[in-house]
């Protein structure tokens, strides 16, 4: 499943828990902005990354939502500034 | 030679599989399928797993009150589980360890199954070991099982390619 | 869902928090999420250290090495974790055997030729004259069962290759001179892409014998003795017509490439940077490419019938299901 993952991470209270929920996410999946990571996950690495990342996130206090669609070509997807490919496996 | 208790679980739910694995053409981790399995397994059960194991032949998922736990993600394959449970317990009598109950939990259903292992029971086992001994020394793995559970089985490309 | 990844720069790849980071010389940075990596093709400069190969050995993933004459240089090859030494035996029988050997042999041969005619009967049929060809290496073909020596076979297998190539004319709507095969160096493009693309092909079959469990250096068509993997080299004789052979012929004949493409070394042509991450993005989509498998009935990509054919082999190894090379059935 092709998928976008956005969080908020209270910093009010000191805390590592952005720290690693950021590395987490990391590993699954691309970076693209700011708390947001994007990319393409089997159902098994999407349960893993869930699995892994609630350990570390507050109910009360973070926010953290995935959006999710069987497959990349039904999110369309459009860049407003310059266009930039972050998840091309050509580096 | 040394069976262990995933060798019971295989050999009453497919010989072929049981016969590769000691092979060690080993599947696991390739189907999709099985993996998922096992993520929500170690997810699902982390606070109450406490594995205990006998020797390097079973890893009983935790023992309490004179019982040994085993969970099962689904009641699907309970057959193989019962008889799984079964040799632990009889591998615990064969260490002294005598009145030890079995009992397999099935969360996901709200089931719960209790194992006994009597008379009848250890000679189940007995000729179960024989068997396992006796399959394992095939020069050819046993044929494909050509059933409903080949399709979500890891060696599913292997058996029927 | 995991992706090869081909790295280009020059930098350095390294650990960063439990995943990879490569950091490229002009200051850029970018992290590959190590869950998402099958594999890793480097062409670039890169520095590495330990600490990565410890990352990339948990995750057992291969990395190929090549220079900057895009030759292939070496593979990191992560710990096995996928033994059994009963196959190891039985691989090892096939191997001293002779008449196991040939019999291998012999299918991987005949499972190129297959291949092979299935590829200019394609085009026979789409107006290009090689009538001629096609009955030649049929002919040769039934030469293959009277063999009883390696090195024939292997002498069949290259009649074979050199009957082929010499069609490639007919088949490129191109006018470009290739007579034969020329490997050190590749003298003109056609050449240099069939050698790119071999070894690329190589460097996938080498990640597919990694995950399993069977030794990459035992082999039967070719002499275990090669300096490499030579069981990759068996399985590539059968795949080549598929993934290698039409994927340049449609780059020819869609366009997609040309002599501006290719710059010219002291004796050789080396396809251009932003060419050669073209051409590759097109090779890696043709590895995506998906069929639906007629004896599994389930939907497959071109990658993963080079890891059926591994368990094919399997099979055959340890006496189960004689070894049927994979034939192009579309």
């Known amino acids: 499943m092709y998928i976008i993952l956005v969080y908020d991470i209270n910093t009010e209270q000191k805390s590592n828990v952005a720290n690693r929920v950021f590395k987490i996410c990391k590993k699954y999946l691309v970076h693209i902005q700011n708390s947001v990571f994007e990319g393409e996950l089997n159902e098994s690495q999407f349960i ?21 669609s069987r497959n990349e070509k039904w999110l369309n997807k459009e860049f407003i500034t310059e266009p930039k490919d972050d998840t091309s496996c050509f580096l | 030679m040394k069976i262990t208790g995933l060798m019971v679980n295989y050999y ?72 799984q449970v079964k040799y632990y317990l009889y591998l615990l009598k064969e260490r002294g360890l005598k009145n030890i109950k079995g009992k397999i939990n099935v969360p996901l259903s709200k089931k719960s199954i209790d194992v006994f292992l009597d008379d009848e029971g250890i000679q189940e086992i007995e000729k179960c070991l024989a068997e396992i001994e006796k399959i394992l020394n095939y020069k050819l793995p046993p044929q494909t099982l050509e059933s409903k559970i080949c399709k979500s089985c890891a060696y599913y490309e292997l058996c029927f390619i | 869902m995991q992706n090869s990844y081909y790295l280009f720069s020059n930098g350095e790849l390294k650990r960063k928090d439990n995943t990879l980071r490569l950091s490229t010389e ?77 019999k291998l042999a012999k299918l991987f041969v005949s499972g190129s030729a297959d291949n092979i005619l299935r590829n200019l009967k394609y085009y026979n049929t789409r107006g290009k004259e090689l009538d001629n060809s096609i009955q030649e290496i049929s002919e040769l073909m039934t030469q293959l069962s009277y063999m009883d020596s390696i090195s024939s076979v292997m002498g069949i297998e290259g009649n074979i290759r050199k009957n082929y190539y010499e069609q490639w004319q007919i088949i490129i709507n191109k006018d470009i001179e290739f007579e034969k095969r020329v490997k050190r160096p590749p003298d003109n493009m056609i050449n240099s892409l069939i050698s790119l693309f071999n070894s690329l092909l190589y460097n996938k079959i080498i990640t597919e014998i990694y995950k399993t469990q069977l030794t990459p250096t035992i082999s039967y068509l070719h002499e ?41 070394q002291t004796n050789s042509l080396k396809l251009k940077e932003s060419s050669f991450k073209r051409i590759l993005k097109l090779f890696d989509d043709r590895l995506k490419t998906t069929i639906t498998h007629r004896t599994l009935n389930r939907i497959v990509s071109y990658r993963y019938l080079i890891r059926l054919e591994l368990y ?19």
């Not at chain 3, 992290?31 to 995750?59: C, H, M, R």
């Not at chain 3, 490499?228 to 290698?244: G, H, T």
């Open chain 3, 26 to 102: 002009d200051g850029t940075i970018s992290d590959i999420p190590i869950e998402k990596v099958y594999d890793i093709y480097v062409f670039g400069e890169l520095n590495i250290n330990t600490a990565l190969l410890n990352l990339l050995s948990k995750y057992k993933i291969a990395v190929h090495f090549f220079n900057y004459y895009e030759h292939y240089i070496g593979t990191y090859y992560p710990k096995e974790s996928n033994l059994s030494g009963a196959l190891l035996v039985n691989q090892i029988q096939h191997y001293e055997i002779l008449n196991k050997r040939l």
């Open chain 2, 12 to 83: 009453c739910l497919c010989q072929r599989k049981l016969w590769l694995c000691f092979h060690k053409i080993n599947m696991e981790n390739e189907s999709e399928l099985v993996n998922i399995g096992k993520v929500i397994d170690e997810s699902t059960y982390e606070d109450e797993k406490h594995n205990f194991f006998i020797e390097d032949l079973a890893n009983i998922d935790y023992l309490k009150n004179n019982t040994v736990y085993e969970i099962k993600k689904s009641d699907k394959m309970l057959e193989s589980a019962i008889m």
């Open chain 3, 312 to 330: 094919k082999l399997i099979k055959h190894l340890i006496g189960e299901k004689e070894y049927d090379p994979f034939k192009i059935w579309w």
């Open chain 3, 224 to 264: 275990p003795f090669v300096k490499r993997f030579s069981l990759a080299l068996d399985i590539s004789e059968v795949f080549k017509p598929l993934i290698v052979d039409r994927f340049i012929f449609s780059l020819f004949n869609k366009n997609m490439i040309d002599e501006s493409d290719f710059e010219k």
């Open chain 1, 48 to 68: 893993n990354l869930k699995n892994e990342i609630k350990k570390y996130l507050r109910k009360d206090l973070d926010s953290c939502i995935v959006f999710y």
